[in-house]
C-alpha cells in the first residue's frame, strides 16, 4: 500500500492506494488527463 498525506497536516488522516492505483493515477497525471485549473 501506498500512504499519501497532506504535508502540511503530518499528524492527519492519511489516504492508501494499490502500487496498481497509484500507477494509474500517475499515469493519468502523466497523459493530462486532470483539469488543474486556476485558482484566483
Do not use: C
Amino acid at each position: 500500500m501506498i500512504a499519501v498525506r497532506d504535508s502540511k497536516d503530518p499528524e492527519g488522516p492519511k489516504l492508501f492506494f494499490t502500487p496498481a492505483e497509484w500507477d494509474a493515477f500517475i499515469n493519468g497525471v502523466k497523459a493530462n488527463e486532470f483539469d488543474r485549473g486556476h485558482q484566483g
